[in-house]
């Protein structure tokens, strides 16, 4: 957690969305940065992957931000956003096993996600996917054209 006092931390809002075609298959990922008027659209893919580009967006979202700030993340994924805010501290503490002593998932992302988390003052928030907030339609289309672009990119190899 950020030591500066939150009055002079900068309020940032990440919009952060995934997207995987199969899964396994091509994914993209997409976030826009806001911070007051600036924006910042994001946005990569990876050949086969799962659930992975939900996390990815959101480490993506944080590792732009050059300075700890005040940061809103909005996610439309649970598995983000409950992961961060209710289950990794019982995974860091029950040794990265969940609660039935198997591994936890995609380790390498959540270690990386915490780490970039505790630079900044976040509020994660769950938004429903495909409920008419703007920005996160906009990156839903964003990740989703990045991962046929994977897609594309894997059937042209």
Same mark, same amino acid.
């Given at each position: 957690?950020?030591?500066?006092?939150?009055?002079?931390?900068?309020?940032?809002?990440?919009?952060?969305?995934?997207?995987?075609?199969?899964?396994?298959?091509?994914?993209?990922?997409?976030?826009?940065?806001?911070?007051?008027?600036?924006?910042?659209?994001?946005?990569?893919?990876?050949?086969?992957?799962?659930?992975?580009?939900?996390?990815?967006?959101?480490?993506?979202?944080?590792?732009?931000?050059?300075?700890?700030?005040?940061?809103?993340?909005?996610?439309?994924?649970?598995?983000?956003?409950?992961?961060?805010?209710?289950?990794?501290?019982?995974?860091?503490?029950?040794?990265?096993?969940?609660?039935?002593?198997?591994?936890?998932?995609?380790?390498?992302?959540?270690?990386?996600?915490?780490?970039?988390? !505790?630079?900044?003052?976040?509020?994660?928030?769950?938004?429903? !996917?495909?409920?008419?907030?703007?920005?996160?339609?906009?990156?839903?289309?964003?990740?989703?054209?990045?991962?046929?672009?994977? !897609?594309?990119?894997?059937?042209?190899?």
């Amino acid at each position: 957690m950020s030591t500066v006092p939150a009055r002079d931390l900068s309020e940032v809002e990440i919009v952060a969305d995934g997207s995987c075609l199969g899964n396994p298959g091509p994914g993209g990922w997409a976030c826009i940065l806001r911070c007051g008027e600036r924006e910042r659209v994001l946005q990569g893919n990876a050949p086969d992957t799962t659930n992975r580009m939900e996390l990815v967006a959101a480490i993506e979202g944080l590792r732009a931000l050059k300075r700890a700030c005040q940061v809103t993340v909005l996610t439309d994924s649970e598995y983000v956003r409950r992961g961060i805010t209710e289950f990794l501290p019982r995974w860091k503490t029950n040794g990265w096993q969940s609660a039935a002593g198997k591994a936890i998932s995609n380790r390498d992302l959540w270690e990386e996600l915490d780490e970039l988390a !505790g630079c900044h003052q976040v509020i994660w928030v769950h938004v429903r !996917g495909h409920s008419g907030h703007p920005d996160h339609e906009r990156c839903d289309v964003l990740a989703n054209s990045a991962a046929r672009t994977a !897609g594309r990119k894997t059937a042209a190899a």
